[in-house]
């Protein structure tokens, strides 16, 4: 199910970068924009690509879209489009859609109209970025709502301290998951982990707990 074909409508930059992607990964993908000058610079890269106008019904249906399990909406500026395109693909009963909103009110209506995912790529980059500027983060997910991985440097005070005998879980309610020491590769940490100078870890948990860990000297 996870390589099945991949319907991708609006080739905007987000939704060039993830039929690409898609591609490049091996999934077959059918992208279609209604600018035709974009759909003939991505022809050939991409397994089959339309000029078409999506909130257009027989469009999509001569396309084949009602076939398709998965369908990815990634026009976002023109909301008008973006919600008739995400209705239409809701009424052909598509099992699996996900759309790209500009707002929280957008991706509100998006959900509510039956979209089975919302993301929200430059609000979410936004609040990634805000995390990476203000702290010592070197990286960071917000893997669900409240729940959040990053990638950051041990605190002194957990410097050559075995992770079972630390108390981190207990105090910041925070699992350090993986541990990367200079010049190797990333490996998973257990209890008999013991944190030096210059390690990288993974650090999983809610998000305050994570930001405040994370906030430590
Ligand atoms: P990004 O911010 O990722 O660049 P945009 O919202 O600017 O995304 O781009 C959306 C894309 O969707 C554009 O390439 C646009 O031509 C396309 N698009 C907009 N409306 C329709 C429509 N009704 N049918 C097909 N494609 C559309």
Redesign the pocket.
């Known amino acids: 199910m996870r390589n099945d074909p991949v319907v991708v409508?609006?080739?905007?930059?987000?939704?060039?970068?993830l039929a690409l992607e898609l591609t490049r990964r091996g999934t077959e993908v059918l992208a279609?924009?209604?600018?035709p000058k974009?759909v003939q610079a991505l022809s050939g890269q991409i397994t089959q690509i339309a000029a078409?106008?999506?909130?257009?019904l027989e469009s999509l249906n001569q396309l084949g879209v009602p076939d398709f399990y998965r369908a990815v909406v990634?026009?976002?500026?023109?909301l008008e489009?973006?919600i008739?395109?995400t209705s239409l693909l809701v009424d052909m009963e598509i099992d699996d859609i996900w759309a790209?909103a500009?707002s929280r009110q957008h991706g509100q209506i998006l959900s509510r109209i039956g979209a089975h995912h919302v993301v929200l790529?430059?609000h979410d980059m936004g609040e990634r970025v805000a995390h990476l500027v203000s702290g010592r983060m070197l990286d960071y997910m917000q893997v669900d709502a409240g729940f959040a991985l990053a990638k950051t440097r041990p605190p002194k005070d957990y410097v050559g301290v075995r992770l079972g005998t630390s108390g981190m879980r207990k105090k910041f309610g925070v699992t350090v998951v993986a541990v990367k020491s200079p010049g190797e590769e990333f490996t998973y940490a257990t209890a008999e982990t013991e944190l030096t100078y210059g390690d990288v870890i993974l650090v999983s948990g809610r998000t305050e707990d994570v930001e405040r860990f994370a906030e430590l000297p």
């Not at 078409?52 to 257009?56: E, I, N, P, R, W």
């Open positions: 409508i609006g080739l905007g930059r987000f939704g060039t970068a279609i924009d209604n600018r974009v078409a106008d999506s909130t257009d990634a026009i976002g500026s023109d489009a973006s008739l395109t790209k500009v790529p430059e």
